[in-house]
T-cell receptor, first 113, second 115 residues
Framework: EAQVTQNPRYLITVTGKKLTVTCSQN?????MSWYRQDPGLGLRQIYY???????DKGDVPEGYKVSRKEKRNFPLILESPSPNQTSLYFC????????????FGQGTRLTVV | GNSVTQMEGPVTLSEEAFLTINCTYT??????LFWYVQYPGEGLQLLLK?????DKGSNKGFEATYRKETTSFHLEKGSVQVSDSAVYFC??????????????FGKGTRLSVIA
């Protein structure tokens, strides 16, 4: 089954404690991205990756890092989480960076206290 | 820059009512337009799309027509069901600098259908 898998689904952490949210896709997609969803703001792109070892900032990259060492995996790293990073996070992948359908993971609800 | 504006929710309808969710866009190029749906506790999934002017996307009884003259892509369904209760996002995709085409989303419209 074609899918994007994120882990964990729920996470509560404390300010400053480094964390990683994993994302894996099994569709051999080149393009992957991370979004955060906040009430009243919709979805905003954090980072994206056009292919292995190619990543770039989206609209709200501050406080986040990503890596793309393998095509299937695109982890999101918060080196020093802060309460304003409390949000619902989605990983997405698509076959092509242009006009292709995006497949989303089920989301990771992160709370930073 | 590119942007999407969709009607504020929540929208509450009775079963079998007609649904319209308005969506207008601003784009610098020739975007593709999408409607995504998010059911409770799940990620977004593509509902329908249209890639050029006058195209009509359709799926599961939902329809939307790409209107270039009015820069709109309104979502419609003739008879909603309780199972259609979800959050609906209008989005566009356009080629940006360096080839990135971040999906630009509207803020979402929550639909509740009551029996």
């Amino acid at each position: 089954e074609a899918q994007v898998t994120q882990n964990p689904r729920y996470l509560i952490t404390v300010t400053g404690k480094k964390l990683t949210v994993t994302c894996s896709q099994n569709m051999n997609h080149e393009y992957m991205s991370w979004y955060r969803q906040d009430p009243g703001l919709g979805l905003r792109q954090i980072y994206y990756s056009m292919n292995v070892e190619v990543t770039d900032k989206g609209d709200v990259p501050e406080g986040y890092k990503v890596s793309r060492k393998e095509k299937r995996n695109f982890p999101l790293i918060l080196e020093s989480p802060s309460p304003n990073q409390t949000s619902l996070y989605f990983c997405a992948s698509s076959l092509s960076p242009v006009f292709a359908e995006a497949f989303f993971g089920q989301g990771t609800r992160l709370t930073v206290v | 820059g590119n942007s999407v504006t969709q009607m504020e929710g929540p929208v509450t309808l009775s079963e079998e009512a007609f649904l319209t969710i308005n969506c207008t866009y601003t784009a610098t190029g020739y975007p593709s337009l999408f409607w995504y749906v998010q059911y409770p506790g799940e990620g977004l999934q593509l509902l329908l799309k249209a890639t050029k002017a006058d195209d009509k996307g359709s799926n599961k009884g939902f329809e939307a027509t790409y209107r270039k003259e009015t820069t709109s892509f309104h979502l419609e369904k003739g008879s909603v069901q309780v199972s259609d209760s979800a959050v609906y996002f209008c989005a566009l995709s356009d080629r940006g600098e360096g080839g990135n085409t971040p999906l630009v989303f509207g803020k979402g419209t929550r639909l509740s259908v009551i029996a």
